[in-house]
């Protein structure tokens, strides 16, 4: 077992790095596999190798979330939220908190960004797109169909944003997040 993951007697515990559609994803594999009575030592290599394809972004609707948050200063925040400018997180390689990428002209351009870095990553087929999103089901039928327009032999799912990340991003927010569904 590697340092992410630990066993208590009949229970392996995984550490993810990562929350919403990769983990849903993660947790759909691992059963899938248990139901093929695959060793646990194989399902964990397994949802290993399929982690390290895992990339999260998070587009927040307003600067306020990322000040209160202490990633902003109140000044640059408060520039940001006057020019409507749209700021694009990711999380770092470790998975243990989210990072400014990049800050666009708006929630268009901002969802261009994390398309050209999903190209980077080489998403296509076999891979999966979640689009997650914190009340704002509009705003994440937008990004749907920008990224799905890129990446049209994807496989892609839209669900509302876990309390995890509303709490980073605030209400309005629209994380898309990817994983390699096969390796």
């Known amino acids: 077992m590697s340092p992410l993951s630990v066993t208590i007697g009949s229970i392996t515990v ?34 290993e190798h399929l982690m390290e394809t895992g990339k999260s972004y ?10 209160r948050g202490g990633r ?9 939220q006057a020019a409507k400018l749209a700021p694009v997180l990711t999380q770092t390689e470790d998975g243990r908190q989210l990072i400014i990428a990049g800050v666009r002209r708006s929630f268009s351009h901002a969802v261009q960004y994390v398309g050209k870095a ?23 039928q ?4 920008q990224l799905k327009a890129l990446f049209p032999a994807a496989r892609f799912d839209i669900h509302p944003l876990s309390p995890a990340f509303i ?7 629209v994380a898309v997040q990817v994983i390699r569904s096969e390796i």
């Open 14 to 47: 995984l550490n993810t790095r990562t929350l919403c559609g990769p983990h849903r994803f993660l947790v759909e594999r691992a059963v899938e596999l248990a139901g093929q009575c695959k060793p646990v030592a194989e399902i964990v290599s397994h949802l």
């Open 72 to 80: 902003l200063s109140p000044l640059v925040s408060y520039v940001g």
């Open 58 to 67: 998070l587009i927040p609707a307003d600067f306020a979330y990322l000040r």
């Open 142 to 145: 937008k990004a749907y169909d």
């Open 118 to 140: 999903l190209e980077n990553l080489g998403v296509g087929e076999h891979w999966r797109v979640y689009i997650t999103h914190a009340s704002a089901p509009q705003l994440a």
């Open 167 to 173: 709490t980073q991003g605030g209400p309005n927010c």
